[in-house]
């Protein structure tokens, strides 16, 4: 039985704790919070602590997973957390992906422990998808769609905004650019041209709502590339109106085979999700079982999805695995 900590318990620490319950094999150790642990209110029966005691728990854990924000909390905990323990985190900043990797493997590395960065299901269960389709199709296309659904990360960067009391964001698929993809015809597309962008902003009373728009609109790696729009909201329009978690996407590849490419070949991986951070726990919490197997190959250092083998996820034996899904 792995003892599997959640340091950060918002609507992802909530998903991970329902998710472990899913799972004979692991158990949840505590959940670790920077707020006031009496103040948590989990859905079970689970010891609750203050993030400055996780260190104390070195050697008492198989593995830590991190379900803080991909802006500013990841690039920090990741790292320091791989110092004392495996740990798995979503980390969906695409374009820092390589920087973050690399300051997570040298601290993995240099302690002996194992961490998997990028998990959920973009970066994560997609990216897995896009590899597979340009090695089945190399006389092909890629692409990828997400929403219409609420990004997580992109919420929490407004959230992070001077000004700004809550927020959530919407990513919105274009729809000429989806039937040109699912037609065969291998546009040239943009990242303008596949997404919108659609924010609703809970501003602070007297704050500057202009600033705040603006902000959002240049933000590099989150909406800078997008057409964005603002709405200015009220709290209760956004618990009305805005308050669930929905999201899902696509993952194409089109490609051309035969002697003289004269047929059309297309992969769609789809996701519809009623709640995306229930999904992304449940990602999380089977590479939080893979992280633990390689730790005990001896497999160090800083790992994402690709370095993963399908059995390592599953609690199933290889045997099983074979009589069951293959």
Not at 305 to 315: H, K, R, T
Request: hydrophobic share 35%.
């Amino acid at each position: 039985m792995k003892k599997i900590a959640i340091c950060g318990y918002g609507n992802l620490g909530r998903g991970v704790e329902l998710a472990l319950g899913n799972c004979p094999d692991m158990e949840l150790a505590g959940v670790f919070t920077r707020r006031d642990p009496k103040s948590v209110v989990t859905v079970t029966d689970v010891p609750k602590y203050r993030m400055e005691e996780l260190p104390g728990f070195a050697g008492k854990i198989d593995a830590v997973i991190l379900c803080g924000g991909s802006s500013t909390d990841l690039p920090v905990q990741t790292p320091k957390c791989a110092e004392l323990f495996n740990v798995v985190d979503s980390f969906d900043t695409h374009a820092r992906i390589p920087e973050h990797f690399a300051n997570v493997d040298a601290a993995a590395k240099a302690h002996g422990t194992t961490a998997l960065i990028s998990g959920g299901w973009d970066p994560g269960l997609f990216s897995l998808m896009r590899v597979y389709g340009d090695a089945v199709l190399p006389n092909g296309g890629s692409y990828t769609f997400w929403g219409r659904g609420v990004s997580q990360g992109h919420s929490d960067a407004i959230r992070r905004i001077p000004g700004v009391v809550d927020a959530r964001q919407y990513t919105v698929p274009i729809e000429s650019a989806l039937e040109q993809v699912r037609a065969g015809k291998q546009p040239d597309l943009t990242t303008r041209d596949k997404h919108l962008r659609e924010c609703y902003v809970v501003a602070q009373e007297g704050a500057d709502k202009a600033a705040i728009e603006e902000t959002i609109k240049t933000m590099p790696n989150y909406f800078a590339d997008y057409d964005t729009t603002v709405e200015f909201v009220t709290p209760e329009e956004l618990k009305k109106n805005h308050s669930a978690l929905p999201h899902g996407g696509m993952v194409f590849r089109t490609g051309k085979t035969g002697e003289n490419n004269e047929h059309n070949q297309c992969i769609e991986y789809r996701l519809e999700l009623d709640s995306n951070p229930e999904f992304t726990a449940g990602v999380l919490v089977a590479l939080a079982r893979a992280v633990c197997r390689l730790s005990e190959r001896g497999e160090h250092g800083c790992k994402t999805i690709f370095d993963i083998a399908p059995a390592d996820l599953s609690p199933l034996s290889r045997e099983e695995l074979r009589k069951q899904l293959l």
